[in-house]
């Protein structure tokens, strides 16, 4: 069921790892290994992937346990994905990225590779989620069953009733479930957050994010079928604006509008564009408040992978946010070179050691504040309530899955969806 490869090792031992967390990463598409579909590295700015990488560099500095494995669906794609490993991080950073996959090389199809992967570990340890949107109800829940303590991307599920069973199952075992929103780890978005709650009521929001459209090639197999594009982007701006309401104001009313034409050209069928506005109302006066988030993943070949950017009026101030541009660019001797470039997300250049270089990226500090906390969990040196307090739990991301739902709600009924809630104050269904 399994094959296990020790496809590069390090020259220089690794560091003594007290943390006998194993680690398991669903998902073996181009967030988690950088290999995407057609056979080859990823063209866009994860050529290394992200999930893969990082925990092999975790391992290293040992702050997660020797074993690693990848759980896919296809066992026949992973001889390449070894190969790919070995040659863009291993030999790259001079790093182990010894490995366990599930399902075995001989196996073309395996849905549930990941429970006979999930049948080797023990409470306590850790996965990630990084799967179309439609599976991840079904893979968390299986973890949170098993005590594991679980990593998730964005959107971590579609609907508000999964996220609330999710939310209540995971406070029940005692395991932390966290949204991988790496946003909230940007030094700037986190500075942006505290000014902002600094100015009083809020009064409008306006976000955009892009993609362009060559990665709906990488997206083909999902793409309007398992999720669409304000699940897949909006959900990182909604994300940070929720997290800087927090307390201070809520969703109450959403409308969705969405554009079409090009993906429909490609084959692919799904929305080119969808804008949510939604209705926020602060909390201590009443004051309405307005917001608008808007993504695409039909952008021209820029100079930055992904638009990215924000603008935030509240009644004491104003905040101007534009993460693709950081004033770093370059530009080669090839026609096109030119790129705005943005190593504080996922820096790829080795460090001055020759290792990997690209710790302190805010792609890099989500998931090492995920294992800490889970391993102080496991220590008995924190809880549930406190992670509530600073990390993007399911406990605490409620408001952000009940915008989106209401918004692909929205765009279905051509109507405006009013988002209801219970007694405590958390979304619990729509009208």
């Known amino acids: ?52 990488l990082v925990f092999f560099d975790l391992r290293h500095r040992g702050l997660v346990g020797e074993r690693i494995i990848i759980a896919g669906t296809n066992g026949k794609k992973f001889p390449f994905v070894r190969e790919h490993l070995k040659s863009a991080i291993g030999e790259c950073y001079n790093m182990s990225v010894e490995c366990e996959t599930y399902p075995a090389d001989d196996v073309a199809r395996d849905t ?57 199952a995971a406070e029940k075992a005692g395991v932390l ?16 957050r505290e000014r902002i709650r600094s100015f009083g009521d809020f009064g409008h929001f306006v976000s955009y994010m892009s993609q362009p459209k060559f990665q709906l090639e990488t997206f083909r197999a999902w793409a309007g ?23 201070l104001a809520r969703p109450v009313q959403v409308f969705g509008v969405a554009s079409t034409g090009v993906c429909k050209s490609m084959d692919i069928p799904a929305e080119d564009t969808i804008t949510l506005t939604v209705q926020w109302m602060n909390l201590k006066s009443g004051n309405i408040g307005t917001a608008v988030y808007t993504a695409s993943w039909v952008a021209g070949n820029a100079d930055v ?16 946010v534009d993460q693709a541009h950081r004033g770093y660019s370059k530009s080669e001797d090839e026609k096109g070179s030119f790129r705005n470039i943005n ?55 409620l408001q952000v899955t009940a915008i989106l739902e209401a918004g692909r709600r929205s765009i279905d009924s051509k109507k405006p969806i009013t988002i209801k809630y219970d007694k405590e104050g958390e979304p619990l269904s729509f009208s």
């Not at 850790?126 to 990593?151: C, K, N, Q, W, Y």
């Not at 479930?177 to 942006?192: C, N, S």
């Not at 669409?228 to 307390?247: C, E, K, P, R, T």
């Not at 690209?358 to 294992?371: D, K, L, N, P």
């Open 343 to 397: 190593p504080l997300y996922m820096k790829y250049t080795s460090g001055h050691d020759g290792h990997f270089g690209g710790r302190h990226g805010y792609g890099y500090r989500s998931f090492e504040a995920f294992v800490t906390a889970a391993s102080k969990l496991n220590h008995n040196q924190t809880d549930l309530k406190k992670l509530d307090g600073f990390l993007p739990t399911a406990a605490t991301t």
């Open 177 to 192: 479930v966290q949204i991988e929103v790496h946003k909230r780890f940007d030094f700037i978005y986190e500075d942006a």
């Open 1 to 52: 069921t399994r094959a296990r490869t020790q496809t590069f090792m390090s020259d220089t031992k690794l560091n003594g790892n007290a943390n006998h967390i194993s680690s398991l990463l669903v998902g073996s598409g181009e967030y988690t290994t950088g290999y995407v579909r057609g056979g080859h590295a990823s063209k866009s700015d994860k050529l290394k992937g992200v999930v893969g």
């Open 225 to 247: 079928k398992s999720s669409d594009i304000s699940y897949y982007l909006n959900s990182h701006h909604i994300d940070f604006h929720v997290w800087a309401m927090q307390g």
């Open 112 to 168: 549930k590779a990941y429970i006979k992967a999930m049948d080797t570990l023990k409470k306590g340890d850790v996965v990630t989620v990084f799967t179309p949107d439609d599976t991840h109800f079904e893979v968390v829940m299986e973890a949170i069953s098993r005590g594991l303590h679980v990593m998730c991307t964005k959107p971590m599920v579609k609907t508000l009733e999964q996220h609330r069973q999710i939310a209540a």
């Open 305 to 320: 992978h992904s638009q990215q950017r924000f603008f935030y009026l509240g009644h004491g101030g104003e905040i101007t």
